[in-house]
């Protein structure tokens, strides 16, 4: 081709719901930049070797074939086959630490943060260590490690560049503008229960807690999403990224998930960002930033009504809240051992081992037991997020 450029990219996460719309968009990149050539270079599943192989054979559509397939799971080795076709100069490569060999290549440009939960972590950190540019989907790294993370990639230049819909609208806000933030305004759909009682609430069954009335996701954010972790998260998210106190942050229920979220100015004036629910949007523009390329999420429709409705959320049926407005303004080991406690305790409600209003409970348990530290080290919390993980097995057998 002659385009001028190639930007080298790695997908951690290739196989999930970001990792794939991630796909999508360099696919559609490839036809209609005419700056760069997106090359998959490194793509990484689990353990889903056919999901990940059939995937990357679509290679003319990722700017040639990719020169790695990673699989994170050690034991999916002995059911690799040779690759042919397209496939056949790929290298198949398995283990955690190759996820980290992935993210620090040299000849990779920019890392798609898409695995979920602790797990992303070591990669994503791998990435701010050789300053990459980081689009990052995967929150709970920042959740986890959040003041590493940022003191790190301010030492190396690393750039991390929001994938999450109210962090990229944030952004989008923010522009370049040289004037005073006073408040971040993260929407939130409300999720499956929006509108439902506290007794309807303690009665969820994982099915109901996964239908998403807006967003089509992984199965852990989509409880996140019912239970209003998500929001949790996305505070403690935002307070990194955006480097604001917790209490200039706020949240604000939004049914529709069209405002993907606001800036409040000085002045009062409020800057919100809008389009359909769609994550094609803000991948592509962490990847193509500061340049805006046609993209194939819809447009907001003009021909017809829409109505876009705010109300203030339910502090009490979303308790989940509250425990992220405490962790964001406490930080250091806050975030590590509710993230942990957090994604055991999903797990167990979705092998109907606990309640689903038992989650949040367990969460903030953990993190009142747990010894906290303003400035801990990686391994310290690494410590932190086995032990929080077990402590959080125990409590739901007392709970479940
Ligand atoms: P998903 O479950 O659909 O995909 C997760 C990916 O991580 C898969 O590729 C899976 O193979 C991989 N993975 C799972 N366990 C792993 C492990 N132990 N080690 C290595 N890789 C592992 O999840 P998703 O919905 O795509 O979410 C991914 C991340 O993006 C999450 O952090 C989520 O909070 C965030 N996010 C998702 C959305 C969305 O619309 N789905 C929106 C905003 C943010
Ligand atoms: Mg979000």
């Known amino acids: 081709s002659t385009r001028p450029g190639v930007q080298n990219v790695a997908v951690l996460g290739a196989t999930g719901s970001i990792g794939t719309a991630t796909a999508e968009v360099l696919a559609h990149l490839n036809r209609v930049d005419d700056r760069y050539r997106w090359r998959l270079w490194a793509a990484s599943g689990h353990h889903n070797v056919k999901g990940l192989t059939d995937l990357a054979r679509d290679a003319a559509r990722f700017g040639g074939p990719p020169e790695r397939l990673v699989f994170s799971d050690p034991t999916v080795q002995s059911s690799l086959r040779n690759l042919e076709g397209p496939l056949q100069a790929t290298e198949q490569r398995w283990g955690p630490e190759e996820l980290v060999g992935a993210a620090s290549h040299p000849e990779v440009d920019v890392v798609v ?4 939960g602790r797990a992303g972590l070591e990669s994503t950190l ?8 980081v689009a990052l989907a ?17 030492a190396t230049g690393a750039q991390l560049l929001p994938v999450d819909s109210e962090h990229s609208a944030i952004w989008q806000c923010i522009a370049d503008s040289p004037n005073r933030v006073r408040r971040l305004i993260l929407t939130a759909s409300g999720g499956p229960f929006r509108t439902a009682t506290a007794a309807q609430m303690e009665a969820a069954t994982p099915e109901t807690a996964l239908a998403h009335p807006t967003w089509q996701m992984g199965r852990k954010i989509s409880i996140d999403s019912a239970t209003m972790m998500n929001k949790a998260l ?56 500061p340049r805006r390329l046609p993209c194939e999420a819809p447009p907001l429709q003009r021909n017809r009504r829409w109505d876009l409705s705010l109300e203030p959320v339910d502090l009490e049926r979303f308790p989940a809240l509250d425990l992220g407005f405490q962790v964001a303004r406490v930080g250091g080991t806050a975030g590590a051992v509710v993230n942990a406690a957090n994604e055991v305790a999903v797990g167990l409600f979705l092998n109907d081992q606990i309640r689903f209003t038992d989650i949040v409970t367990v969460c903030r348990k953990i993190m009142e037991n747990h010894t ?5 080290t990686l391994s310290t919390l690494l410590r932190l997020d086995r032990w929080a993980r077990e402590e959080a097995t125990e409590c739901a057998a007392g709970v479940g």
């Open 126 to 133: 791998a990435a701010v260590e050789s300053g990459k540019r």
């Open 113 to 116: 943060a898409a695995i979920v």
């Open 234 to 289: 996305e505070i403690i998210e935002a307070r990194w990224l955006f480097d604001l106190p917790a209490d200039q942050i706020e949240v604000v229920v939004h049914p529709q998930s069209i405002i993907h979220s606001m800036v409040e100015f000085e002045d009062g004036s409020v800057l919100a960002q809008l389009s359909p629910p769609d994550m094609r949007l803000p991948i592509q523009y962490a990847l193509t930033h």
């Open 372 to 376: 906290f530290e303003e400035r801990p």
């Open 138 to 154: 995967n929150k709970e790294t920042l959740v986890v490690a959040g003041g590493l993370v940022q003191e790190r990639s301010r």
